[in-house]
């Protein structure tokens, strides 16, 4: 695929949804949080590379390969209680690539309208808050909504990467998400997975790659990759904790792109799916079952010391280990995002040493 040959948009900050304008401008309608970008059309017709949609530029000429919406709450646990986030994730993407995302942290409704302004969304905690416990907290979608969403994927192109854990011990957190995700024949189950005990050298087993926790009372790795998954191209370990595993229908077109044995409590001695890759029609759907790989902690270690290379409090949860030598979270969404956007016609380019591109 051709690169997308022009500026990567100026906005490093990382806007909520609901209806307002993000820093860009744009083609947003203030009532359904609209577009950021338009197709630049100077008086002829728009010129398609490779046969794919082109990047959407604003009016001053920047253009941006892949749009991204997030819905939900981002997480808020982490290996700082409290003090983690996903800023690191979001400006990522926003100031050192050709994407651009924008966060709908409150519900909004989904329509094609709003749908069409996006290559890719991001389904996080889809409630009022990470910390709700009971079923009302959680965000409920309409039939109209599941149509679209639907639709968009199947018939438009559009790509959903869903994430899911967010609330350990909270089952209601899946059912908004598997609403929007069942038509692709994957849907997350309600157990957690991924404890504590499953952390080596309590757990030696090869699936968890024979190596020592990353962070004590933090991440475990999930280290069973399928390597013939472009997904999973040049992945070893992510960071995970108490998570879900998927469910794959019989008649999905999916891949399994990462599995976990669970080495205790009352489901040990399963290997679980934790992440799927699923083509439906046209579309694509990813499910992840973990949203810690959205964490400053687990991304660049922001949110731990000033100084990854010199940890020396005891009580920092990644004492004397730098995650960016530890996981390949950055090549993970790398990857995911790549694969979850064919129809553009740019290729994605992120700024990070970390990132093998070939």
């Known amino acids: 695929m051709a690169a997308c040959g022009s500026a990567a948009p100026t906005s490093t900050g990382v806007t909520s949804g609901g209806g307002n304008h993000s820093t860009n401008g744009g083609a947003g309608n203030g009532t359904t949080g609209g577009s950021d970008f338009v197709i630049q059309n100077t008086g002829g017709a728009v010129a398609v590379v490779d046969g794919g949609r082109p990047p959407r530029c604003d009016d001053s000429g920047n253009c941006t390969c892949i749009n991204?919406?997030?819905?939900?709450?981002?997480?808020?646990?982490?290996?700082?209680?409290?003090?983690?986030?996903?800023?690191?994730?979001?400006?990522?993407?926003?100031?050192?690539?050709?994407?651009?995302?924008?966060?709908?942290?409150?519900?909004?409704?989904?329509?094609?309208?709003?749908?069409?302004?996006?290559?890719?969304?991001?389904?996080?905690?889809?409630?009022?808050?990470?910390?709700y416990t009971q079923q009302s907290d959680y965000w409920t979608y309409g039939d109209d909504e599941i149509a679209a969403v639907k639709d968009w994927v199947q018939n438009k192109g559009g790509a959903i990467i869903a994430l899911t854990g967010y609330f350990s011990g909270n089952s209601y957190e899946i059912g908004p998400t598997n609403q929007l995700i069942s038509f692709s024949g994957l849907t997350f189950e309600p157990t957690d997975i991924i404890w504590d005990n499953d952390c080596p050298p309590n757990n030696s087993t090869a699936a968890h790659g024979g190596q020592t926790c990353y962070c004590d009372g933090g991440s475990i790795p999930i280290s069973d990759w399928n390597t013939a998954s472009p997904i999973a191209k040049n992945v070893t370990s992510v960071g995970a904790y108490r998570g879900r595993s998927i469910?794959?229908?019989?008649?999905?077109?999916?891949?399994?792109?990462?599995?976990?044995?669970?080495?205790?409590?009352?489901?040990?001695?399963?290997?679980?799916?934790?992440?799927?890759?699923?083509?439906?029609?046209?579309?694509?759907?990813?499910?992840?079952?973990?949203?810690?790989?959205?964490?400053?902690?687990?991304?660049?270690?922001?949110?731990?010391?000033?100084?990854?290379?010199?940890?020396?409090?005891?009580?920092?949860?990644?004492?004397?280990?730098?995650?960016?030598?530890?996981?390949?979270?950055?090549?993970?969404?790398?990857?995911?995002?790549?694969?979850?956007?064919?129809?553009?016609?740019?290729?994605?380019?992120?700024?990070?040493?970390?990132?093998?591109?070939?």
């Open 68 to 131: 991204i919406a997030e819905f939900g709450m981002t997480g808020s646990f982490g290996a700082v209680q409290g003090q983690d986030s996903s800023t690191a994730f979001q400006q990522w993407l926003n100031s050192k690539s050709n994407a651009h995302v924008d966060v709908y942290s409150t519900r909004t409704t989904i329509t094609a309208d709003l749908l069409s302004n996006y290559d890719v969304i991001i389904l996080q905690s889809l409630s009022n808050s990470t910390s």
């Open 247 to 358: 469910n794959v229908a019989a008649d999905a077109n999916a891949t399994v792109v990462a599995t976990f044995y669970e080495s205790t409590g009352d489901y040990a001695g399963k290997t679980y799916d934790v992440a799927v890759a699923a083509q439906s029609g046209s579309g694509r759907v990813f499910a992840f079952g973990d949203e810690w790989i959205t964490y400053n902690s687990q991304w660049d270690g922001s949110t731990l010391t000033q100084s990854p290379a010199s940890y020396t409090n005891s009580y920092d949860p990644c004492y004397e280990q730098q995650p960016q030598n530890v996981y390949q979270i950055p090549q993970l969404w790398y990857n995911s995002l790549s694969w979850c956007a064919p129809m553009v016609a740019c290729a994605l380019k992120i700024d990070n040493p970390y990132i093998i591109v070939n």
